[in-house]
C-alpha cells in the first residue's frame, strides 16, 4: 500500500509540475501576444452623415437647417441600428456607460467600456479613424488588440458607424471608469493556443468599408449584410457550434443553414417567431445567448429586414452538423 501511495504521490507532484510549467508557458505566451501593436489603414467618414446635395435641394434645404436634418435622420437611424441590428448594448449596458461581455473566473472577466462622454469615457476624444479602428478591426487607440467581437461588425458600412456614433453622442453623460479585460487561467491557455484570439489579428488588414448599406428591401443582398452580426456565434457559413470566446454556459449556435440539421422544415412564421418571441417551432425556449438578444434586440427588427434575413439564410449552402438545438 505505501508502494502504491508513494507511485501516486509522484504521479500526482509530476501533472502539478507538468501543470505549472504549462501555465508559466500559456502566461508567458499570451502576454506576447496580448502586448503586441497592429497597424490599420486611415479611414474617415463625417459625423454625422450629411444628406445628399440632390435630396438637399428637393427639400429646399440648406446652411444649419440642412446640417439640422442630417444629424436628425442619422440619430432616428443609429437608434434603430442599436435596438434591432448592432447588440453593443448587450456589452456596453443600456445607458452605455458600461457593461459585461463574459464574467467567469476561469474564462475571464471581459468588460465593455464607458462609451458616453461621461467620466471614465473610453472615446470621449476619439476621431472617426478611432471609432473605425476599434469597432471594424478590433484595434485600441494605443495599437493593441481588443476583446472586441469586431468580427460581427467587419462588415458595418461608415454610414451606419457614423449613425451609431452621432446616436451614442447625444445620451447623456455616465460617470464610470471600467477596469480592463482580463484572461482567467483557461482563457490564458485558450489564447497561447490559438484557440482564442483578438480579432484584430485577422481584421488589422481590412482596408475595405462600404460607405452606405445595401438598399433596405426584401433582397439576398440585404440580408446578408444584416447577417453578419450572426456570424460571431453561428460561423461564417452559418452552421454553428461552440460559440469560441464566449460564456462558457452557452450552448453551440444552431445551423442557420436549409439542411435537415439546420432550419430545413421552417416556415417564414415560425422563424419570425424565433426573432420575436424567442420560441422554436416545437414551442421550446431559445436559450442562451439567443434568450438574451431577442427581446431586447431581434423583436425590434423591421418586417423588410426580417424578410432579407430569410431570403439571405435560405440561400446559403446547407451544411450538415450534429450540434443539438439552440
Known amino acids: 500500500m505505501k508502494i502504491i501511495l508513494k507511485v501516486v504521490g509522484v504521479l500526482v507532484a509530476v501533472v502539478l509540475v507538468a501543470a505549472g ?5 500559456a502566461s508567458m505566451t499570451t502576454n506576447r501576444l496580448t502586448t503586441r501593436t497592429f ?3 486611415t479611414a474617415d467618414f463625417p459625423i454625422p452623415f450629411p444628406i445628399d446635395e440632390a435630396e438637399a435641394s428637393a427639400l429646399g434645404l440648406a446652411g444649419q ?3 439640422t436634418a442630417a444629424r436628425t435622420r442619422a440619430i432616428e437611424r443609429g437608434d434603430h441600428l442599436l435596438a434591432a441590428r448592432y447588440p453593443c448594448r448587450a456589452c456596453h449596458g443600456q445607458n452605455f456607460g458600461g457593461g459585461v ?5 476561469m474564462l ?3 468588460l465593455g467600456p464607458n462609451l458616453t462622454m461621461g467620466k471614465g469615457s473610453r472615446t470621449a476624444t476619439f476621431t472617426a479613424r478611432d471609432w473605425d479602428r476599434i469597432v471594424r478591426h478590433g484595434v485600441k487607440s494605443d495599437g493593441h488588440g481588443a476583446v472586441m467581437p469586431s468580427e460581427d461588425f467587419r462588415n458595418m458600412s461608415d454610414q451606419e458607424l457614423s449613425d451609431i456614433v452621432t446616436f451614442i453622442r447625444t445620451q447623456p453623460p455616465v460617470d464610470n471608469q471600467v477596469p480592463a479585460s482580463t484572461f482567467g487561467p483557461v482563457g490564458t491557455v485558450l489564447v497561447a493556443v490559438g484557440k482564442l484570439s483578438y480579432a484584430a489579428n485577422t481584421l488589422a488588414a481590412n482596408t475595405t468599408h462600404d460607405v452606405r ?3 433596405e428591401e426584401v433582397s439576398v443582398e440585404f440580408g446578408k449584410h444584416l447577417a453578419s452580426v450572426c456570424t460571431g456565434c453561428h460561423g461564417p457559413d452559418l452552421s454553428g457550434g461552440p460559440i469560441v470566446g464566449g460564456d462558457p454556459t452557452w450552448p453551440p449556435a444552431r445551423n442557420l443553414t436549409p439542411d435537415a440539421t439546420g432550419l430545413t422544415g421552417w416556415t417564414y412564421q415560425q422563424f419570425v417567431t424565433a426573432l420575436t418571441d424567442g420560441k422554436r417551432p416545437d414551442g421550446a425556449e431559445l436559450r442562451a445567448p439567443m434568450a438574451t438578444l431577442v427581446p431586447r434586440f431581434t423583436k425590434n427588427m423591421r418586417e423588410v429586414e426580417r ?3 430569410w431570403a439571405y439564410v435560405r440561400s446559403v449552402p446547407a451544411v450538415s452538423k450534429q450540434i443539438g438545438k439552440q
Open 21 to 25: 510549467g504549462l501555465y508559466v508557458w
Open 39 to 41: 497597424e490599420t489603414h
Open 65 to 67: 437647417a440642412l446640417q
Open 101 to 105: 461581455m463574459v464574467d467567469d473566473a
Open 108 to 110: 475571464g472577466h471581459f
Open 213 to 215: 448599406p445595401p438598399t
Open 307 to 309: 424578410q432579407a434575413l
